[in-house]
Nanobody, 127 residues
Framework: QVQLVESGGGLVQAGDSLRLSCAAS????????MAWFRQAPGKEREFVAA????????YYLESVKGRFTISRDNSKNTGYLQMNSLKAEDTAVYYC????????????????????WGQGTQVTVSS
């Protein structure tokens, strides 16, 4: 199992940018596909973006395409979510998640597929 710790959240204005980080420890991070999810008050946790362990394959929630970029640096055991042009509807607690996968192309979009989760970091976008 790998332990995940998110950081980088905060309070910003609409149109601003934030970069979230997800630091992994206790496992071989390069064996894990990684994803970001978010949960707004009163709503279910939703998928935002995913990346295969190779870093070459990514997938995004339609509403964040072109604004958010998921990436990873396996040498630093860290994943990232660069968020640009933030909107009020992006306000949520953001969680990173990871799961071991057998393929460098594989990632998942369902939260049930991930068995390692961070504690979350709050992102608040004021309009």
């Amino acid at each position: 199992q790998v332990q995940l710790v998110e950081s980088g959240g905060g309070l910003v204005q609409a149109g601003d940018s934030l970069r979230l980080s997800c630091a992994a420890s206790g496992g071989t991070f390069s064996n894990y596909a990684m994803a970001w999810f978010r949960q707004a008050p009163g709503k279910e946790r939703e998928f935002v973006a995913a990346i295969a362990w190779s870093g070459a394959f990514t997938y995004y929630l339609e509403s964040v395409k072109g604004r958010f970029t998921i990436s990873r640096d396996n040498s630093k055991n860290t994943g990232y979510l660069q968020m640009n042009s933030l909107k009020a509807e992006d306000t949520a607690v953001y969680y990173c998640a990871a799961v071991v996968t057998p393929s460098n192309r594989l990632y998942f979009t369902r939260k049930e597929e991930y068995n390692n989760w961070g504690q979350g970091t709050q992102v608040t976008v004021s309009s």
